[in-house]
């Protein structure tokens, strides 16, 4: 079988899963080069949040769960995708480089979580209360351990606790006209629309914390699960490369939570105002929160708008 990287269809499929993924308001901030044997991964600077985002910290989680998309589905031409993060400190927009050389086939591991990257769906919808079983908990942090990331289920009371603070990160949030002005502009009236359109952002909670972000919709408030089921994923250490890794974790378990028939949907307000302050976490035992993420059973929802892979490449460099 050819390189996935040596045809124009073989980079289509590559440029079709990157495009799947998760990120930050739907920014989709990301963009690719291919030549020979070789794609490189690179942060889309016109799409950076720069109010809420100014380490770009979570620029680079979005293109990491891209980035794993594109693993995946290297991995479905028999072929091995050799990753290497940040490799030239003078070209700070360049995130990873990607070569590949032929291998055996992909696990049914491999199948099952490619198939999943086109099912995948951020839904801030209600869910039904139920919780995700202990079980498919375990499975969930082996796939953010299986990236170097650890994912963190909290209970029932450590979950209510966190949906306190976040709401506070919010109150606090809603008083900085710039962020609100930029999550508008992606999420409620941004010129291209590729962002949010209100089929995908969901109704207003109508109990109080809300397990979903206010995004100024005018719409109906409608009642959420009551006991919302949250978990966070840390990495190690808070640098590019963590953020870059925590962000293939969490598609890794986005995807086989996918596969679990889970929903998920994120609360990261409280990251948001640490990144707009920049303030660093204390060393925690269980690592640096990259990502604050609501778990359980929903309806399908839709997908939100995608950009054409044609305009995902840059050609090449």
């Not at 375990?138 to 450590?158: F, I, S």
Request: charged share 25%; proline share 10%.
């Amino acid at each position: 079988m050819n390189s996935p990287l040596a045809t124009d269809l073989g980079v289509r499929r590559l440029l079709l899963a990157a495009g799947l993924a998760p990120s930050v308001h739907n920014t989709q901030p990301w963009r690719f080069g291919v030549a020979d044997d070789l794609m490189e991964l690179r942060a889309d600077p016109d799409r950076r949040l720069r109010v809420s985002d100014p380490r770009g910290r979570s620029q680079q989680v979005s293109c990491g769960a891209a980035l794993l998309n594109v693993r995946l589905a290297v991995r479905q031409s028999s072929y091995l995708p050799l990753v290497t993060a940040h490799p030239d400190p003078g070209r700070p927009n360049l995130l990873a480089t990607v070569r590949v050389r032929p291998d055996g086939p992909p696990s049914e591991q491999e199948r099952r979580l490619y198939a999943a990257v086109a099912v995948r769906r951020t839904n801030r919808e209600p869910f039904d209360g139920e919780r995700v079983p202990p079980p498919v908990l375990v499975e969930l942090r082996a796939a953010a351990a299986c990236e170097g990331a650890r994912l963190v289920p909290l209970n029932e009371a450590r979950s209510a606790d966190l949906l306190e603070y976040v709401a506070l990160a919010e109150d606090e949030l809603a008083k900085d006209r710039g962020y609100r002005a930029e999550v508008a502009a992606w999420t409620i009236r941004g010129p291209r629309f590729d962002g949010m359109p209100g089929y995908v952002r969901g109704p207003r909670c109508a109990g109080d914390p809300a397990p979903t972000r206010e995004l100024c919709q005018q719409v109906p408030a409608v009642p959420f699960e009551k006991h919302p089921q949250l978990a966070v994923l840390t990495t190690a250490g808070d640098t590019p490369a963590d953020w870059l890794r925590a962000g293939q974790a969490l598609q890794r378990v986005l995807l086989t939570a996918t596969l679990h028939g889970i929903s998920a949907s994120f609360l990261n307000q409280p990251l948001d105002l640490r990144d707009m302050r920049h303030r660093t976490d204390p060393r925690h035992r269980r690592g640096h929160p990259q990502m604050i993420i609501r778990l359980g059973y929903g309806l399908a929802v839709p997908r939100a708008p995608r950009r054409p892979p044609a305009e995902l490449l840059d050609g090449h460099h």
